[in-house]
């Protein structure tokens, strides 16, 4: 489904959320920043580097607009070409990000969304945002799909457009387009382990139990051995 957010001016990043939502959707990151009179743009099929990269800008430019995408590919190859944010056409003043699944034919490398950027938008032309009939045709289209657009146009009434924004949610000046940001309240450190077997029952772990730092098989915390709901390692995320 991936993820996207938007950040407003001077807001503080919820980092944490980003880096759950780089491993809730691990097929490509990117991001970019609205500097008035251009846009930076980032992308990397690394999430450290993705994460990283973003920081650095984010630390430079904090009074710009920001989004940050992290996919779960659903269409198209799983490649740096594929990650969002995509430029509208073959432009550099308008650039999207997407979250969901587009009634696009997409059937070869190229993601519904890539598809969307570089043909779909660029014919009926971005104008369409500043019309309220042309943009609930275009929300009705997206059904339950989101975008987020950064645009230095002069001719546009607006910066950034949040399409079907009413389909995410807000909190502390982010705009989500859904929970996958939100950590498991019970994961913990995303630990590794030197031994590969659990020590309470002997089970060879997978990737799963290490992931959570959790036993699946007998219901022991790795860390400490205890019982999940008696375990002192797991603390709720506030």
């Known amino acids: 489904m991936c993820l996207l957010c938007?950040?407003?001016?001077?807001?503080?990043?919820?980092?944490?959320?980003?880096?759950?939502?780089?491993?809730?959707?691990?097929?490509g990151f990117g991001w970019s920043l609205h500097l008035g009179d251009h846009l930076l743009v980032g992308r990397s099929m690394?999430?450290?580097i993705a994460l990283q990269t973003f920081y650095d800008a984010r630390l430079e430019?904090?009074?710009?607009?920001?989004?940050?995408?992290?996919?779960?590919?659903?269409?198209?190859?799983?490649?740096?070409?594929?990650?969002?944010?995509?430029?509208?056409?073959?432009?550099?003043?308008t650039v999207l990000g997407h979250n969901g699944v587009l009634p696009i034919d997409a059937t070869g490398t190229e993601s519904d969304t890539a598809i969307f950027?570089?043909?779909?938008?660029?014919?009926r032309g971005v104008k369409l945002l500043d019309n309220r009939r042309k943009l609930a045709d275009l929300e009705t289209w997206l059904g339950g799909?989101?975008?987020?657009v950064f645009t230095t146009l002069q001719k546009m009434r607006r910066q950034v457009y949040i399409v079907n924004e009413h389909k995410g949610e807000w909190a502390d000046g982010t705009?989500?387009?859904?929970?996958?940001y939100i950590p498991n309240p019970?994961?913990?450190?995303?630990?590794?382990?030197d031994d590969d077997t659990c020590q309470t029952c002997q089970r060879f772990l997978t990737a799963d139990d290490v992931a959570c730092s959790y036993c699946w098989h007998c219901?022991?915390?790795?860390?400490?051995?205890?019982?999940?709901?008696?375990c002192l390692c797991y603390q709720p995320a506030n």
């Open 117 to 123: 950027a570089r043909k779909v938008l660029p014919r």
């Open 6 to 27: 938007y950040i407003s001016p001077d807001a503080d990043v919820n980092w944490n959320g980003l880096e759950t939502a780089c491993r809730n959707n691990p097929d």
């Open 46 to 48: 690394s999430s450290d």
């Open 61 to 93: 430019h904090p009074g710009a607009h920001a989004m940050f995408h992290a996919r779960w590919a659903t269409h198209g190859t799983t490649d740096l070409s594929n990650c969002h944010p995509f430029h509208v056409g073959n432009t550099t003043h």
């Open 219 to 230: 219901g022991t915390c790795l860390d400490c051995g205890a019982i999940g709901s008696e």
């Open 145 to 148: 799909s989101k975008l987020v």
């Open 186 to 193: 019970w994961d913990l450190r995303w630990a590794t382990y």
């Open 175 to 180: 705009w989500w387009s859904n929970d996958s």
